[in-house]
């Protein structure tokens, strides 16, 4: 049976040029960059041209690059290493209702200590309205995180605009963005958008898990998270992952050359399932509809558990997921869902596919073809009655 | 010096003529609970079993054989050389780091050839640790350290005893067919009844995609548990989505959740009649669930000869989770994964369904559920935990 992957916001296939390079690193550069022999010269140099290939992706420099663990680690990072170093407590932060968790986890975290945060609610398309932003962040905003591309929905929020937005009101404030589910799909001018601090990762770009990276703005001080010996300059101790960010770097140089053909391409795929469900399909939502990334896209099956469709899929050697991979498990987390306001009985029913470059047109009409016979079939057993006819 | 576990027996010494049955079937479940260490001797000697082993597996010993059902309680000793002196030394070197107010010494004698009666030993060691150790004092009843002596061939030295959960020896009651379903309660009524000898054969009805591949490996890590305490799990895994759904499509919605369960029974009874067992075991519970009434638990035993042992049935929940606690299968029971009690589950279940509507409402199933049901016990996965 060949299998189709769409699950490509949970993870992706390493590209086999990144297995490679990875292999080759890990059999003869394998030295500890921080060495002061010629093994340990040539892993510090091979950081460096990696580091210096990432940060072109952004229009970021060098030194403007940190090398992390993964999203998560970044996000912590940023949030923790600003709010920790602001003295006294008459500040404030600032995020969103539809951040991931490993933002949201840890705002919520600051709030518990007593710390004024708000959240930027969004609207029913998923975007965060400018408005939000001006009523919310103010003179004594410290950070505001705004992801770039939800990882649930796919939608996809204006960086530039927001950027300009809330340094007219608080220059001072950290601008930062998870662009996890951005980077390498739509295009990130990192100056453009004023942005002080960015989130991105490998593994969502054909690269390696547990690597990512933090931009931060030159001259913002940022408290570290880690300490020890010393690596990263100060930033992030911990003997660097040679051979993940030499695979990083080259997920990177093969993506960063084809962003705009692989958005056509992945947009012509999502269009045609869009159309079709629009069209054709019966009790189903698509959410996000408007401005959202041409790789994400949420369906709602009212009358149907998500679990047990995507269980019926993968046996069909088809791999979608239910909301985000992330936090699948834990039934109560719909909070996205909940957010944009989709009614309980579509949000149980929620799968997210995710695409690639590699899916091909044949496969998207195969799984149109599988989801409709499937969703007809669970909603006979459970004797569901459609009730709205579109 | 050598190192020895010592097992005590209580029940099963006084089962008269299958007394050794009993003992040799303890002494083989004890083997084979220690099997993967290499320095484990099992010995039977009178009233008794001793398990020789080194002194760097005791601890991880210690720990397997105190699941064996048929145990009262295990003391860690040490053997030497039946000499006073020698005893002497050995028992205030072991005792140095103890810390204790009162005390005692049990001596027994059994090699009659030793120069001392048990009472003179006794006085002599006790006196002994009243010389070394200060502000102590001897009590007979209830001390905090019982020192314990038994001089034979070699002596045994030992001051702890640690409880065990009794019982008997699994295997000792014939086989009985479990069904299990991956939550709290079908590990406990297993744990249970082979607390009274019996070897589970477990059953688990997957109904993939209405349940995932991990609750399916969630009932096999359930099982893998609970084969500590019963030395071996055999475990059919029986696809059941076939049968699900026709009886979903073809049988009143009110009453698919009982009619799901007696054709649950009906394939359980024919497995454990494949491998030779008695009976069958749930983990049902009264009134726990709208299954679980009397009518409930009636209208599922209406289905099968065998008798259904319902180990769990007089117990509330938070007793039950006491004891999955302790077994160390709550942790995996909790897992949030979805299982087959908790979909196609009726907006308004029957609470209490009759026979007879059972039996009417099961007609249209009966000209295609053979077929099915011979293909699903064909088509089980078996695991041999």
Known sequence: ?390 | MRHVILVRYGEISLKGLNRRYFIDLLAKNIRATLQSLESVKVQKIQGRIIVHISEEELESGLEKIQKVFGIVSVSPAIVIESDFSVIEETMLEQIKDEKFETFRVTAKRGDKNFPMQSPEIGRRLGAAVLKTVPDIKVVMKNPELNICVEVREETYLYYKAIQCNGGLPVGCSGKSAVLLSGGIDSPVATWMMAKRGIEPIGVHFHSFPFTSERAKEKVVDLAKIVSHYTGHFKLYVVPFTEIQTKIVELCPERQTTIIIRRYMMRIAEAIAKQNGALSLTTGESLGQVASQTQEGLGATNDVVNLPVFRPLIGMDKQEIIRIAEKIGTFETSILPYEDCCTIFVPKHPETKPKVENMKKSEIPMEAVVEPMIKKAIEEAEIYKL
């Open chain 1, 1 to 390: 049976m060949d299998e189709i992957y769409l699950d490509n916001a949970a993870t992706t296939k390493p590209l086999n040029e990144v297995i490679e390079v990875m292999c080759d690193h890990l059999k003869t550069n394998y030295g500890n960059p921080s060495s002061l022999h010629s093994k340990g010269f040539k892993a510090e140099k091979t950081v460096k041209s990696a580091r210096k290939k990432i940060a072109e992706s952004i229009q970021a420099a060098p030194e403007e690059i940190f090398f992390t663990s993964g999203g998560s680690e970044s996000d912590n990072t940023i949030i923790r290493g600003i709010t920790d170093l602001a003295r006294g407590k008459d500040y404030n932060l600032v995020t969103t209702v539809i951040e991931h968790p490993a933002i949201l986890e840890v705002y919520k975290a600051y709030e518990t200590k007593g710390i004024d945060v708000r959240y930027l609610n969004v609207q029913q398309n998923g975007q965060i309205a400018l408005e939000e932003i001006k009523q919310k962040v103010d003179q004594k905003t410290l950070i505001c995180s705004i992801m770039g591309v939800n990882n649930e929905i796919g939608s996809v929020n204006d960086l530039v605009v927001f950027g300009k937005t809330i340094k007219a009101i608080n220059p001072h404030c950290v601008f930062h963005t998870d662009y996890v589910q951005g980077y390498m799909k739509i295009p990130l001018n990192v100056k453009q958008a004023g942005l002080d601090a960015v989130t991105i990762c490998a593994h969502k770009i054909g690269g390696p898990k547990g690597i990512g990276a933090l931009y931060i703005r030159k001259g913002l001080n940022v408290n570290p998270l880690i300490l020890g010996g010393g690596q990263e300059k100060g930033f992030r101790s911990g003997t660097e992952n040679v051979p993940s960010i030499v695979g990083f770097a080259k997920a990177v140089e093969i993506k960063n050359s084809s962003i705009n053909d692989r958005f056509e391409k992945v947009l012509k795929l999502k269009n045609r399932m869009t159309v079709y469900f629009n069209e054709k399909g019966q009790d189903v939502k698509i959410n996000g509809k408007d401005h959202s990334s041409p790789y994400i896209l949420s369906l709602s099956f009212r009358g149907i558990k998500a679990e047990v469709l995507l269980h019926a899929l993968e046996a069909m050697g088809i791999y979608v997921s239910t909301g985000s991979a992330c936090s699948s498990n834990k039934k109560k987390h719909q909070y996205v869902l909940e957010a944009i306001g989709l009614e309980e009985s579509y949000r149980e029913g929620t799968i997210r596919i995710s695409f690639s470059e590699d899916n091909t047109e044949e496969e998207i009409d195969q799984v149109i073809q599988k989801i409709e016979e499937t969703v007809t079939q669970l909603r006979l057993l459970t004797k569901y009655r459609t009730k709205e006819k579109k």
